[in-house]
Nanobody, 121 residues
Framework: QVQLVESGGGSVQAGGSLRLACATS????????MAWFRQAPGKEREGVAA???????VYAGSVKGRFTISRDNAKNILYLEMSSLKPEDTAMYYC???????????????WGQGTQVTVSS
């Protein structure tokens, strides 16, 4: 079993940047496939970016070119660098992990508690 703890959320103005981090602990071998999701009030959970341990990444069209997912495998941390933020990026952001490659589908087995990102216009 793996535990996931997100951090780095906050409030920024449109056009600003934030970096989210997801620290993994426990059986980190479970976190071969990881992803970032977000959920705004009244909306379904949306896949933002996904990462395989070997470096392969996938992005949602809405964030491609603005967000970057990366890993520090030595520290067992997953990052999401967000730039050119827009008010529509406002949501609770979650990291997820599994031994199965779900791409951007919200079917990952392990989830963190989330970190709030608020972008004001």
């Amino acid at each position: 079993q793996v535990q996931l703890v997100e951090s780095g959320g906050g409030s920024v103005q449109a056009g600003g940047s934030l970096r989210l981090a997801c620290a993994t602990s426990g059986d980190t071998s479970t976190a071969y496939y990881m992803a970032w999701f977000r959920q705004a009030p009244g909306k379904e959970r949306e896949g933002v970016a996904a990462s395989v341990n070997n470096g392969i990444t996938v992005y949602a069209g809405s964030v491609k070119g603005r967000f970057t997912i990366s890993r520090d495998n030595a520290k067992n941390i997953l990052y999401l660098e967000m730039s050119s933020l827009k008010p529509e990026d406002t949501a609770m952001y979650y990291c997820a992990a599994d031994r199965v490659w779900w791409l951007l589908r919200p079917d990952y087995k392990y989830w963190g508690q989330g970190t709030q990102v608020t972008v004001s216009s």
